[in-house]
């Protein structure tokens, strides 16, 4: 009686065919927390993708069971108009009672995904196969279609792939290779990695077609569509090209990362590259993420680490990948499908969804206990308009739509050793514009001072290496403004040791004669994190400068948005004849009156902030403020998202 009286406590609580709550709406994902349907009932939908079709989103996925990953019921099939909620429609694709059907009771069928042809008007559905009672031997994929996006839809047949066909980017050599899987006894030994990676299981597998296991679909603008799967025993990626009407492989198809042992790969396009995001195979263990990348779906893909960061991105937070789709009418918004999979329970897997962000041109996530759609202008970089201001005039702008170096004919670089004993050896490489951002990277990395002295008094000469690289970059000479409105948007690295700023710099005189505005800095201040907003002018002493300086805790910030630190911000400089104020996202942190800004008898008793100004922007590591440095941070981004700076009328002549 305690065990029946338990599992009805349990199949009460996972929602298995009875209601499990109240019925009430989501206004947010909790990601792997318990997601119920608006009947209450909880999602049943694992390794699953999404359609979007006239204004629905269509969530398909696989059916669990408590102790079976078989598939004892079929492909269900949710909808929903905003992502949060999600109503049960249909099981889409239900298995058969006929023990001779190959989709009968009790088979495998995984990692369901629906493409929509806009020829045909047909829904149609792949699927990882195998056959009931026969393990993973089959490897086939699966096809069935529907003329309604919730079904039901019919099964037509299920195979291997490209039987008799070679990968386009396989040599000739390769294709001419004599040896077979016999002749390695052992595998995981170096020459039987060289021999998959010159496709020894495709030649086995050429005349029966290629495996396939774990896969995704994607429809390019075009509208060729394409399937992404592990083959090769799940040590290679292929991605093959679908006909016109979606039914039937081309042919044409690649392999991607021979031997990388990739499986989960979910695919995604943005600003004309593709992504793919994928996982090793370590069975139902969560690993750390892969990402590759490429300009064509049949080009040559790169492979980069791992695109998860902070604590368990080395587990991708005990997920897998499952599917990755962009957000309607958000332009650059794409979510993040994975799955918690529980093998001893299965019902109980958890979905995890997460907002993917960009760094360096390339995607990147982060765990959100809690996040919502319209969070996303926040988390990403955009290329805004400029921004209209009453009474004001856009006099210059820099919004980094560029690929590669920054403007050359408008940015300068400082090279080596420069100031305040900082750790880092400055040069222009580590600055790079992609996807609408400025990245300013800083690197742990040797490089030898080629400025060196050994009996050199001078810090900057006196040190043989430097132990990391950055970039600092000014618009002196080229951009220098006297007043106005300055607006940088961009996102701070706050690891122990980095030092950001946004700063200005009087064209004139020494400094600090020639006066400092630090519209942001942010370093440690008594181990403790901090945002600065300062100005300085000069002393009657020489390199000693007058300070009027607000220091805000980071923990001001953090306690208003626990997430402030993974997030852009637009910092603001109101310069006038009269004072100085300084912003952070529209609250005022700093005010200088200029009646109180004359430089001592050194800077010739003028005042500092009454000449053009022009601005820098760099990453400091360590140093006299940026305190000890956390080795395990770099690479530090510094994400710049625009520079704007706005005149008033009056003042568009000096």
Request: hydrophobic content about 35%; some cysteine; overall charge negative.
């Amino acid at each position: 009686m305690r065990k029946i009286s338990f599992l009805l406590t349990l199949f009460i609580f996972l929602g298995i065919g009875i209601s499990a709550r109240n019925v009430s709406s989501y206004s947010s994902f909790r990601p792997g927390n318990l997601w119920f349907d608006t009947d209450g009932n909880i999602i049943n939908a694992h390794g699953g993708g999404i359609l979007f079709h006239d204004d629905k989103y269509y969530w398909y996925g696989e059916y669990k069971s408590e102790n079976s990953n078989a598939a004892l019921v079929g492909v269900t099939c949710y909808s929903s108009s905003d992502l949060y909620n999600w109503k049960f429609e249909s099981v889409a694709l239900p298995v058969s009672n006929d023990k001779n059907s190959p989709i009968a009771k009790g088979c495998i069928i995984e990692r369901p995904k629906v493409i929509y042809n806009q020829k045909t008007k047909t829904f149609v559905m792949y699927f990882h196969h195998e056959l009931k009672g026969r393990g993973y031997e089959a490897a086939y994929t699966g096809v069935a279609v529907s003329k309604n996006a919730t079904g039901p839809f019919s099964y037509l047949k299920s195979d291997r792939v490209n039987a008799r066909h070679w990968p386009l980017n396989m040599t000739p050599a390769q294709v001419g290779l004599k040896e077979t899987p016999e002749k390695y006894a052992k595998w995981w030994t170096p020459e039987w990695y060289s021999a998959i990676r010159n496709g020894l299981f495709t030649r086995r597998d050429y005349d029966k077609g290629q495996m396939l296991r774990d896969m995704t679909l994607f429809v390019d603008d075009d509208g060729r569509a394409y399937q992404i799967y592990a083959s090769e025993d799940n040590l290679t990626l292929q991605v093959a090209e679908l006909s016109d009407d979606y039914l039937s492989h081309t042919g044409r198809y690649i392999r991607i990362d021979p031997a990388g042992h990739n499986e989960a790969p979910s695919v995604f396009k943005h600003n004309g590259k593709y992504f793919m995001i994928t996982s090793g195979c370590t069975g139902w263990d969560p690993n750390a993420a892969r990402l590759l990348v490429a300009d064509s779906l049949l080009g040559e893909w790169k492979r980069y680490p791992n695109p998860c960061q902070g604590k368990d991105a080395e587990l991708t937070f005990h997920t897998q990948s499952t599917f990755i789709f962009p957000v309607q009418g958000k332009t650059g918004q794409y979510i993040f499908m994975a799955d918690r999979w529980r093998p001893r329970n299965p019902i109980d897997g958890r979905y995890v969804w997460l907002p993917i962000t960009f760094e360096n041109g390339l995607p990147v996530l982060k765990w959100h206990d809690e996040w919502k759609l319209d969070e996303f202008p926040d988390l990403l970089a955009t290329c805004d308009s400029e921004t209209e201001i009453p009474g004001y005039k856009l006099v210059w702008h820099d919004e980094f739509n560029r690929d590669g170096e920054p403007n050359p004919e408008v940015w300068n670089f400082e090279n080596g050793f420069v100031r305040n004993n900082e750790d880092q050896w400055y040069r222009p490489e580590n600055a790079s514009c992609s996807n609408g951002v400025l990245t300013i990277s800083a690197q742990k990395e040797k490089v030898a001072n080629a400025n060196y002295d050994q009996n050199s008094q001078d810090w900057r000469r006196n040190r043989q290496f430097a132990d990391y690289t950055s970039a600092s970059l000014n618009t002196r000479g080229a951009k220098e403004f006297q007043y106005g409105r300055f607006e940088i948007r961009a996102k701070i690295p706050t690891a122990k040791g980095a030092w950001p700023a946004i700063w200005t710099l009087g064209k004139e005189m020494e400094w600090p004669s020639n006066g400092e505005i630090d519209m942001m800095e942010y370093y440690q201040i008594d181990n403790q994190p901090h945002i600065l907003a300062n100005t300085a002018w000069g002393s009657q002493n020489r390199w000693k400068a007058v300070w009027n300086s607000a220091k805000i805790p980071l923990s001001d910030f953090l306690e208003k948005d626990p997430e402030w630190a993974e997030k852009y911000h637009v910092w603001r400089m109101d310069w006038d004849e009269e004072a100085i104020r300084l912003y952070v996202d529209g609250q005022v942190v700093n005010e200088t009156l200029l009646k109180n800004t004359q430089n001592g008898s050194l800077g010739n008793y003028a005042n500092p902030f009454r000449q053009p100004h022009y601005l820098l922007l760099n990453l400091a590591i360590g140093g006299d403020n940026g305190g000890k440095i956390d080795e395990s941070a770099f690479p530090m981004n510094y994400l710049v998202d625009y520079v704007r700076v706005y005149q008033k009328s009056e003042n568009l002549d000096l």
